[in-house]
C-alpha cells in the first residue's frame, strides 16, 4: 500500500520563526488533507490540497502531486501552533480511505 | 455550525466488558469513517460507510470490532470482550460527498482505556 513519510519528526522553533514540514508518499492520490492535533487530541483541518497551492493567514501549502510531495510552511509561529501535524493521502485506488503520515511535532517556545 | 459529535469522551473499561461508542456526524453527510489512533502514533483506518451501507471494513483489527449505521447518520463502533490491546483513542470523520474530491472532518474522539 501506500506509503507516507512526513519529515521532520520533531521541531522546536522559537516564537516568531517560521518553518516548513513535508511529507512524501509513494504513490499517486486523489486527496491529501494537512491537519493539526492539538494538545487535546482535536484533529484540526487545516489546508485540503490534492494539488496547487493555498493560504490562510500564517499557514499555507503546496502539493506537487506528480513528484509526490506537499509542504506546509508555518509563518511567525506562535506557541498555539504547538502539537502534531498530520498529513493524510487517499490513494487513487478509490478506497476512500485515509492513510495518515507519520508526524511532525512541533513545539513553538515562547 | 454543529461539528462532528462523539461519546463517550473517555471511557474505562475492564477486561473482557463490551464497549459502544457513538458517533455523530455533520447533519448531511454522506460518508463516516473511524479511525483507531495509539498513542504517539497517527490515525489508522477501520471502516468506511457511505449511508447506512458499510463499504470499507479491512482497518477492523478483529472479529470482536463491529460498526453500524443503521439509518445512515449516527454511528456505533462496538468492541466485544475488551482486551488491553484495544486502549487508544477512537476517532469518527464524516465527508459531505460519496466521491471526491471531499474533506474529513474529525469529531473529539473516544479515549477507551481497557484495565
Not at chain 1, 75 to 103: H, L, N, P, R
Amino acid at each position: 500500500g501506500i506509503q507516507v513519510e512526513q519529515s521532520p519528526p520533531d521541531l522546536i522553533l522559537q516564537e516568531g520563526a517560521n518553518s516548513t514540514l513535508r511529507c512524501n508518499f509513494s504513490d499517486s492520490v486523489n486527496n491529501l488533507q494537512w491537519f493539526h492535533q492539538n494538545p487535546w487530541g482535536q484533529l484540526i483541518n487545516l489546508f485540503y490540497i490534492p494539488s496547487g497551492t493555498k493560504q490562510n493567514g500564517r499557514l499555507s501549502a503546496t502539493t506537487v502531486a506528480t513528484e509526490r510531495y506537499s509542504l506546509l510552511y508555518i509563518s511567525s509561529s506562535q506557541t498555539t501552533d504547538s502539537g502534531v501535524y498530520f498529513c493524510a493521502v487517499e490513494a487513487t485506488s478509490g478506497t476512500y480511505k485515509y492513510i495518515f503520515g507519520t508526524g511532525t511535532r512541533l513545539k513553538v517556545l515562547a | 455550525g454543529a461539528g462532528v459529535s462523539q461519546s463517550p469522551r473517555y471511557k474505562v473499561a475492564k477486561r473482557g466488558q463490551d464497549v459502544a461508542l457513538r458517533c455523530d456526524p455533520i447533519s448531511g453527510h454522506v460518508s463516516l469513517f473511524w479511525y483507531q489512533q495509539a498513542l504517539g502514533q497517527g490515525p489508522e483506518f477501520l471502516t468506511y460507510f457511505q449511508n447506512e451501507a458499510q463499504l470499507d471494513k479491512s482497518g477492523l483489527p478483529s472479529d470482536r470490532f463491529f460498526a453500524e449505521r443503521p439509518e445512515g447518520s449516527v454511528s456505533t463502533l462496538k468492541i466485544q470482550r475488551t482486551q488491553q490491546e484495544d486502549s487508544a483513542v477512537y476517532l469518527c470523520a464524516s465527508s459531505f460527498s460519496a466521491s471526491g474530491p471531499y474533506e474529513q472532518y474529525f469529531g473529539p474522539g473516544t479515549r477507551l482505556t481497557v484495565t
